[in-house]
T-cell receptor
Framework: QKEVEQNSGPLSVPEGAIASLNCTYSDRGSQSFFWYRQYSGKSPELIMFIYSNGDKEDGRFTAQLNKASQYVSLLIRDSQPSDSATYLCAVNIPTNSGYALNFGKGTSLLVTP | EAGVVQSPRYKIIEKKQPVAFWCNPISGHNTLYWYLQNLGQGPELLIRYENEEAVDDSRLPKDRFSAERLKGVDSTLKIQPAELGDSAVYLC???????????FGPGTRLLVL
């Protein structure tokens, strides 16, 4: 089983703080990594992807990847109540027929005013 | 650019009845995916199409589930007969190719009574 692990939370942060969401994965052959945001009752929405070790910034979001440690994280700066959602980590794993995207169970984030 | 379109958005049926879900991917996306998502879990892949070919259907319960993408554009997922445990959200996603970023439709919420 190709595992993607996330702390289910809830992670509670005050408005304006940095939220740090973490994810570990088991398959060293994983090539690409994605973060999705999912509001309650809605479908997942892609917010970030990262392929290379290091940091990738997009507005208030920073994705961090460390392939040696099999660890990927998402930082949300200046957190807003509208960021309250479940954040899904997804890892693209090579298969015989291409790639399969494996999702974690998600981390619930609550940003309090 | 229009997103992934799915219908119906909600479906309530009695067990042993058939049900079908329809998906139209983002224009130009040749890869189409069907996922199942249970409450508190990440999406789980059921089947992946490259154009009209099902290249990964290893997780599709073939005794009761079937899918088709006859012209390599829109797709239909069918369950016959439905069981109580099939109650879940059925998500369709599309991408430019395997390994590329996947974009989800709004999903179909199925309740089997």
């Amino acid at each position: 089983q190709k595992e993607v692990e996330q702390n289910s939370g809830p992670l509670s942060v005050p408005e304006g703080a940095i939220a740090s969401l973490n994810c570990t994965y088991s398959d060293r052959g994983s090539q690409s990594f994605f973060w999705y945001r999912q509001y309650s009752g809605k479908s997942p929405e892609l917010i970030m992807f990262i392929y290379s070790n290091g940091d990738k910034e997009d507005g208030r979001f920073t994705a961090q990847l460390n392939k040696a440690s099999q660890y990927v994280s998402l930082l949300i700066r200046d957190s807003q109540p509208s960021d309250s959602a479940t954040y899904l980590c997804a890892v693209n794993i090579p298969t015989n027929s291409g790639y399969a995207l494996n999702f974690g169970k998600g981390t619930s984030l609550l940003v309090t005013p | 650019e229009a997103g992934v379109v799915q219908s119906p958005r909600y479906k309530i049926i009695e067990k042993k009845q058939p049900v079908a879900f329809w998906c139209n991917p983002i224009s130009g996306h040749n890869t189409l995916y069907w996922y199942l998502q249970n409450l508190g879990q990440g999406p789980e892949l059921l089947i992946r199409y490259e154009n009209e070919e099902a290249v990964d259907d290893s997780r599709l319960p073939k005794d009761r589930f079937s899918a088709e993408r006859l012209k390599g554009v829109d797709s239909t997922l069918k369950i016959q007969p439905a069981e109580l445990g099939d109650s879940a959200v059925y998500l369709c996603a599309s991408s430019h190719g395997t390994g590329s970023s996947q974009y989800f439709g709004p999903g179909t919420r199925l309740l089997v009574l």
